[in-house]
């Protein structure tokens, strides 16, 4: 399968507690982003990356919230000191260079905070 | 704020009818408007898109509108087969204040497709 990867699929964790997604994107494309989606909505546009340079970041993401991509490859989103309304979905997807409008979604983390 | 939006949250059709799934927009400076495709369990998959200065575009059994004097965009799926049962949103491309683009999405339409 050569789509987009994310691990884990699922998360449970603690309040309080600090967890961290991974996103494998399909290897040719140079452009990341990472979105979080809630029951019935949209997602909604976390932060994007073209190679390793972080270009954007949305007001949602607070600071508790990073997000890397070392290498230019996989990526890794992290968040301390989770709070219960940090449970949703994680997406990843990946693009092309130029290409904004077709991202290629991976299956999401979706975390539970309890 | 501005926002993308839809009409209706829930459609059901017969299998082999046509869909039409609506979406209203508020944001002129938009340069393309994108469908998206969302099976449980997955991410959402592209469908097509549509640059502002067009007023329609035709895919395979998918026709996309674009009505920028009501600011209101639909998908038109001909001859509707269960596998296109999902929820669609449609989604917004827009400069955001850096150099960047990023898409900003609707809050869907699960269509149902009734035997």
């Known amino acids: 399968d050569t789509g987009v990867s994310q691990d884990p699929r699922h998360k449970i964790t603690k309040r309080g507690q600090n967890v961290t997604f991974r996103c494998d994107p399909i290897?040719?494309?140079?452009?990341l982003y990472w979105y979080r989606q809630t029951l019935g909505q949209g997602p909604e546009f976390l932060t994007y990356?073209?190679?390793?340079?972080?270009?954007?970041k949305s007001r949602l993401l607070s600071d508790r919230f990073s997000a890397e991509r070392p290498k230019g490859s996989f990526s890794t989103l992290e968040i301390q000191r989770t709070e219960q309304g940090d449970s949703a979905m994680y997406l990843c997807?990946?693009?092309?260079?130029?290409?904004?409008?077709?991202?290629?979604f991976g299956p999401g983390t979706r975390l539970t905070v309890l | 704020g501005e926002s993308v939006g839809l009409h209706l949250p829930t459609l059901s059709v017969q299998e082999g009818d046509n869909s039409i799934i609506n979406c209203a927009y508020s944001n002129s400076a938009s340069d393309y408007f994108i469908w998206y495709k969302q099976e449980s369990g997955k991410g959402p998959q592209f469908i097509i898109d549509i640059r502002s200065n067009m007023d329609k575009r035709q895919g395979q059994r998918v026709t996309v509108l674009l009505n920028k004097t009501v600011k209101h965009l639909s998908l038109q799926i001909a001859a509707t087969q269960p596998g296109d049962s999902a929820v669609y949103f449609c989604a917004e491309n827009i400069r955001s204040s850096g150099s960047a683009r990023q898409l900003t999405f609707g809050s869907g339409t699960q269509l149902t497709v009734l035997p």
């Open positions: 990356f073209q190679n390793e340079a972080q270009l954007e």
């Open positions: 290897s040719e494309h140079n452009r």
């Open positions: 997807a990946s693009s092309l260079r130029g290409q904004y409008n077709e991202q290629f």
